[in-house]
């Protein structure tokens, strides 16, 4: 309860702290050992704000670093031991996305994908790391999943229909490419750089 008290006033060490010795009492506690991991991670977060904050890059790339091989490590070690969760490996494949581990990402993307509850997340997983790997056309496949019978452009519709059209600007593609930025511009004209890329259609 300690433990919750002052994760709800944001200080996390104190919280951290209280959760760790809890855990001398339940050592075979699973939530408690994700608890404690999840804890950790924010800790971290709040030490890279706080060096952000202060202009101490090179500590906030550090422990960035460092924020990302924990997480990585947690969330292998939270899907050894539930293999069959598809919203874990969805989150382990982010993080190895993270650190640029594509293939790694790849794996647990499409591990996950199979389950209906994560799988347009998946899906967006998928085609991240194939654009990034250069593979253009499973990229644009799995985009094209992630909207398929999507009715409202969402935020995720926008960062797909981006993605569309810097594929097909490209591939030379210039009227495909207009066509995925202006569905984004009607909706939002402020979306990242979309009005720019418009001006270069007059």
């Known amino acids: 309860r300690l433990a919750e008290v002052h994760e709800r006033l944001k200080d996390f060490e104190s919280a951290l702290d209280f959760a760790e010795r809890t855990r001398q009492y339940k050592k075979d506690s699973y939530e408690l050992a994700c608890r404690i991991r999840d804890l950790r991670a924010k800790v971290l977060k709040k030490k890279v704000a706080r060096a952000d904050k202060d202009g101490n890059?090179?500590?906030?790339?550090?422990?960035?670093?460092?924020?990302?091989d924990a997480e990585v490590a947690d969330f292998q070690s939270r899907v050894e031991m539930h293999p069959g969760d598809a919203?874990?490996?969805l989150q382990l494949g982010k993080r190895l996305m993270k650190r640029n581990e594509l293939d790694a990402a790849l794996a647990e993307f499409q591990k996950a994908h199979a389950d209906?509850?994560?799988?347009r997340d998946a899906r967006m997983g998928m085609a991240q790391c194939f654009q990034r790997k250069g593979y253009?056309?499973?990229a644009k496949k799995e985009f094209l999943r992630?909207?398929?019978?999507?009715?409202?452009?969402?935020e995720r519709a926008k960062e797909v229909l981006l993605s569309l059209g810097n594929i097909a600007e490209a591939e030379g593609k210039l009227d495909e490419a207009r066509s995925y930025y202006a569905r984004v511009y009607?909706?939002?004209?402020?979306?990242r750089d979309v009005a720019a890329?418009?001006?270069r259609f007059r």
């Open 57 to 68: 890059q090179e500590l906030a790339s550090r422990l960035e670093r460092e924020l990302a």
């Open 87 to 89: 919203s874990l490996r």
């Open 116 to 119: 209906p509850r994560v799988q």
């Open 136 to 138: 253009a056309d499973l």
């Open 146 to 154: 992630v909207i398929e019978g999507v009715q409202e452009i969402d």
């Open 186 to 191: 009607e909706v939002d004209i402020g979306y």
């Open 197 to 199: 890329k418009m001006e």
